[in-house]
C-alpha cells in the first residue's frame, strides 16, 4: 500500500520567515495531495490541495508543489504568523470515488514571536 | 464547519467491554470514513463506507467493526476493548465527484483501562 513519509517532524521558524515541510509518497499511482492542519485539540482542517496534473497550486500565504517524478510534495508558507503554530499533515490518494487517504506523521510547527 | 457531530466527545472504559461511537452527518455525504489517531503516526484510516450498508476495510481495521444503516450515521464498533485501542477516533466525510476533500469531526476520545 501507499506510505507517505513526512519532515521535518518539528519545525520552529521566527515570525515573518517561511516554513517548508516536505512529503515523499511511494505509490506512484497516487494523484490527490491534501494539507490539514491541526490545533491542539482540535479537528484536522483542510488548507490546500492539489490534484497530480498540476505542479503548483497557491492560496494567499500557502502554497504546495508537486514532483511527480520525484514522488514528492511540499508545503510552503510564507510570512509566518503565531497563529500558523499547528501541527501540519500531508496526505496522499488513488484515483477513486471513495478516496483511501495516507497520512505523514505531521510537523509541529512554532512561530516565534 | 462541515455538519458532523461525532458521540459521546469522551469516554473511559475497562478493557473487555463493548464501545460504539457515533458519527452523524447533515450533508447528506456519500462517503464516510473512521480514522484513529495516535502520536507519531498521523491519522491512520480504520473502515470507511461508501454508501448504505457498503463498508470496506482501511489500514488497522482489526478489532473493529463498523455499520451503516442510514445515509447520515456510521457507526464504530470495539467488540472487545483493549488498551492498544486508546486513542483520539476521527469521522471524516466527503461527496460525490472527483477530487472532493474529506473534512473531519471533532474526535472522541477514547480511554480503555
Known amino acids: 500500500g501507499e506510505n507517505v513519509e513526512q519532515h521535518p517532524s518539528t519545525l520552529s521558524v521566527q515570525e515573518g520567515d517561511s516554513a517548508v515541510i516536505k512529503c515523499t509518497y511511494s505509490?506512484?499511482?497516487?494523484?490527490?495531495f491534501p494539507w490539514y492542519k491541526q490545533e491542539l485539540g482540535k479537528r484536522p482542517q483542510l488548507i490546500i490541495d492539489?490534484?497530480?496534473?498540476?505542479g503548483e497550486k497557491k492560496d494567499q500565504r500557502i502554497a504546495v508543489t508537486l514532483n511527480k517524478t520525484a514522488k514528492h510534495f511540499s508545503l510552503h508558507i510564507t510570512e509566518t504568523q503565531p497563529e500558523d503554530s499547528a501541527v501540519y499533515f500531508c496526505?496522499?490518494?488513488?484515483?477513486?470515488?471513495?478516496?483511501?487517504?495516507?497520512f505523514g506523521s505531521g510537523t509541529q510547527l512554532t512561530v516565534l514571536p | 464547519d462541515a455538519g458532523i457531530t461525532q458521540s459521546p466527545r469522551h469516554k473511559v472504559t475497562e478493557t473487555g467491554t463493548p464501545v460504539t461511537l457515533r458519527c452523524h452527518q447533515t450533508?447528506?455525504?456519500?462517503?464516510m470514513y473512521w480514522y484513529r489517531q495516535d502520536p507519531g503516526h498521523g491519522l491512520r484510516l480504520i473502515h470507511y463506507?461508501?454508501?448504505?450498508?457498503?463498508?470496506d476495510k482501511g489500514e488497522v481495521s482489526d478489532g473493529y467493526s463498523v455499520s451503516r444503516s442510514k445515509t447520515e450515521d456510521f457507526l464504530l464498533t470495539l467488540e472487545s476493548a483493549t488498551s492498544s485501542q486508546t486513542s483520539v477516533y476521527f469521522c471524516?466525510?466527503?461527496?460525490?465527484?472527483?477530487?472532493?476533500?474529506?473534512?473531519f469531526g471533532d474526535g472522541t476520545r477514547l480511554s480503555i483501562l
Open positions: 471524516a466525510i466527503s461527496g460525490t465527484g472527483v477530487d472532493q476533500p474529506q473534512h
Open positions: 505509490d506512484s499511482a497516487s494523484n490527490y
Open positions: 492539489i490534484r497530480s496534473n498540476v
Open positions: 496526505a496522499a490518494s488513488i484515483a477513486g470515488s471513495a478516496r483511501q487517504l495516507t
Open positions: 450533508e447528506n455525504h456519500r462517503y
Open positions: 463506507s461508501y454508501g448504505v450498508k457498503d463498508t
